[in-house]
């Protein structure tokens, strides 16, 4: 079955430059998403379609693509920050969609 | 403005069916280019993709889970059923309710808060 792949976690100091990474064969043909899930809260849409920013998401929240991996960059990390990050995406027939196991963003 | 919200059992015993709704409000299923779906979570665990439903009735399901989760949808109440069967208690966990359209290019754009299921005898 098709598997996305995060790191487990992420540390940085507060004002610093996150950078996460999804890996995923069919990442070149299919989309990715990335949600942020705060501690006990659901999760919220950062970014889709690849590298696009909903509305009321901060400017330091941006993300792109590179062959099999996309990255999700925060710059200038705040304390609230501090979330598990997930990317999703689908299997090259795109029928078959699935998360990344996620990624803790601990800010120091 | 978009909101979900699940409800359901809390407890459900090994072996049983779980059934939980979801009730929207903000946009119509009857609307091209709309879609509901259910992710969940078991506790401390990773976001698990179950099954999306589009406004034409089709669907894309999670191929582990295909055989065990039917979703459907009563347009007229702004409701989403969804029914899994034969549940065991790896399926204990948070069931999210989400909202998806073509117009925000297929992301899960609206999250319901979501629902503590429990499967224990």
């Known amino acids: 079955s098709y598997e996305v792949t995060q790191p487990p976690s992420v540390s940085v100091s507060p004002g610093q430059t996150a950078r996460i990474t999804c890996s995923g064969d069919?990442?070149?043909?299919?989309?990715a998403y990335w949600y942020q899930q705060k501690s006990g809260q659901a999760p919220v849409l950062v970014i889709y379609?690849?590298?696009e920013r909903p509305s009321g998401i901060p400017e330091r929240f941006s993300a792109s693509s590179s062959g099999t991996t996309v990255t999700l960059t925060i710059t200038g990390v705040q304390a609230e920050d501090e979330a598990a990050y997930y990317c999703q995406s689908a299997d090259i027939t795109g029928s078959h969609v699935v998360f990344g196991g996620g990624t803790k963003l601990t800010v120091l | 403005q978009i909101t979900l919200k699940e409800s359901g059992p809390t407890l459900v015993k090994p072996t049983q069916t779980l059934t939980l709704t979801c009730s929207f409000s903000g946009f119509s299923l009857r609307t091209s280019g709309q879609g509901v779906g259910w992710i969940r979570q078991p506790p401390g665990k990773a976001l698990e993709w179950l099954t999306v439903?589009?406004?034409?009735?089709?669907?894309r399901d999670s191929p582990s889970l295909k055989s065990r989760i039917t979703i459907t949808k009563d347009a007229s109440k702004d409701q989403v059923v969804l029914t899994m069967t034969n549940m065991e208690p790896v399926d204990t966990g948070t069931y999210y309710c989400?909202?998806?359209?073509?117009?925000?290019?297929?992301?899960?754009?609206?999250w319901g808060q979501g629902t503590l299921v429990s499967v224990s005898s």
């Open positions: 379609k690849d590298s």
């Open positions: 989400v909202h998806t359209s073509a117009t925000s290019d297929d992301a899960l754009d609206i």
């Open positions: 069919a990442l070149p043909q299919q989309y």
């Open positions: 439903l589009y406004w034409d009735d089709d669907h």
